[in-house]
């Protein structure tokens, strides 16, 4: 399945797939929050690290199975495979974007 995306969500998947910390930390706003696993993380150089981390941590890559776009929140659903139980899993990510940038990203199991 082919789907279009936006440039930056483009850039953002094509980042975490390549493991480019810096290419992911560059699509985030400076002061964005982003929410995973229970934890607040606030600004880029905590995202920087929090990318760092997961990428040792899982090695994941996203495969795009879904994008909805509405409102404020652009919902791009992927399977996430990795080094972690139960991979793959279908994960959602919910972004909030405002001038070019991503302000929020809320990462969700599918259907949470």
């Known amino acids: 399945m082919c789907i279009k995306l936006p440039p930056l969500i483009a850039d953002f998947v ?16 400076d002061n964005a929050v982003v929410h995973d696993e229970g934890q607040e993380i606030r600004g880029v150089k905590a995202i920087r690290e929090w990318n760092k981390k997961t990428n040792e941590k899982y090695q994941d890559t996203l495969a795009v199975t879904d994008l909805v776009e ?34 929020i990203l809320s990462i969700r199991l599918n259907g949470d």
């Open 14 to 29: 094509q980042a975490k797939n390549s493991h480019d910390i810096e290419a992911v930390a560059a699509c985030f706003a």
């Open 70 to 103: 509405g409102g404020n929140e652009t919902i791009l659903t992927a399977q996430v495979s990795g080094n972690f139980e139960g991979s793959p899993v279908p994960i959602e990510f919910h972004f909030t974007i405002n001038s070019g940038k991503i302000t």
